[in-house]
């Protein structure tokens, strides 16, 4: 197996090969150490008075350019190469809260201890796991008779906030107080048709069942199937309120909704359960990290560069410059 050398980010493949710049540095010393008389004299004391020319002074630079050549020849044999971070296309989650909003959401069932609105829990819970989805676009859709797409699936989770601490219930009795669970649900796929997102996914809240039929709970969860979108709906409160306490729901159109497209019905009793719910699905809803990965970019071309030139250069100075006599 290759032994691998790393210095200054830069990593040498191949670092026994370096061996080969003592043995250019012992080469270089040696024939510096041995100088030949270009020509016979008796006496060098007869050329001591000589003016000292530019060739005279760049007589050392063919053979220090060949040593600097055979170093950095040497460093480029060794295979430098640059390790470099591949980045990562982070995929995340589309995902599109579904709230419902019809009055039956005003009861003030959520906490033991003081007055809460389910509407109240609701909103601050899911703003709550919004918060949490960093890598992931949350949108939000609000419903009671009709169906209103309040923030589409972004990023900017202070943005998603300020629209769910909007959110509140529609007036009782009006023409606007229903529950259109599969509407809302259809909305909801419509909006998350044109992601791109490897995963998509609906979270749907109701406190009661169905009973606006434009369009079914079956049928948008069909439409859901066909889109690839996956909807966990949670059903909260104890049920109806009664005289005698709470008339029990069954929720029927959420867990056949959940069944239908692979996800999850929950039924929350409290704020506390509401909070335990969003963590479950938050823990199922998951894209898998890839570990970092390296590429290896090939840095062998300066040292092999500059290492011809000083070679280039060196011949040169010697063939024009400091011309040897035979």
């Not at 020319?53 to 760049?58: E, G, I, K, P, S």
């Not at 044999?77 to 296309?89: I, K, T």
């Not at 609105?117 to 909103?123: E, H, K, T, V, Y």
């Amino acid at each position: 197996m290759t032994a691998a050398f790393e210095l200054w980010g830069i990593t040498l493949l191949d670092p026994w090969l370096l061996l080969a710049a003592p043995l250019v540095l012992v080469a270089g010393w040696y024939r510096a150490a041995t100088k030949r008389a270009a020509v016979p004299t008796a006496s060098a004391a007869l050329f001591a008075d000589l003016p000292r020319t530019l060739r005279r002074r760049l007589a050392f630079v063919p053979l220090a350019g060949k040593v600097l050549a055979g170093l950095l020849l040497a460093v480029a044999l060794a295979r430098p190469v640059e390790r470099q971070l591949v980045p990562l296309r982070d995929e995340g989650i589309d995902i599109v809260l579904v709230v419902d909003t019809s009055s039956s959401m005003e009861q003030q069932d959520m906490r033991e201890d003081v007055a809460y609105r389910r509407m109240d829990a609701a909103r601050e819970r899911a703003e709550e796991f919004a918060a949490a989805r960093v890598h992931d676009r949350v949108g939000l859709v609000a419903f009671a008779r009709f169906a209103e797409l309040r923030c589409p699936p972004t990023l900017d989770e202070q943005a998603l906030g300020a629209f769910l601490r909007a959110l509140d219930t529609v007036p009782v009795g009006s023409e606007f107080d229903a529950t259109a669970i599969g509407t809302a649900l259809a909305k909801a796929v419509d909006v998350l048709d044109s992601s791109d997102a490897r995963s998509k996914v609906v979270i749907l809240l109701s406190d009661g069942e169905n009973n606006v039929f434009d369009i079914t709970p079956k049928d948008a969860a069909k439409l859901a199937k066909d889109a690839g979108v996956r909807v966990h709906t949670i059903g909260l409160g104890r049920g109806l309120p009664r005289a005698l306490g709470f008339v029990p729901l069954e929720f029927e159109a959420l867990k056949l909704i959940a069944e239908e497209t692979g996800g999850t019905f929950q039924q929350a009793v409290d704020d506390r359960a509401l909070a335990g719910v969003y963590e479950r699905i938050d823990a199922m809803e998951k894209v898998a990290r890839e570990d970092p990965r390296y590429r290896t970019v090939d840095r062998f071309e300066w040292p092999l560069g500059l290492g011809l030139l000083a070679l280039l250069v060196a011949i040169l100075c010697e063939v024009l410059v400091v011309r040897r006599v035979p």
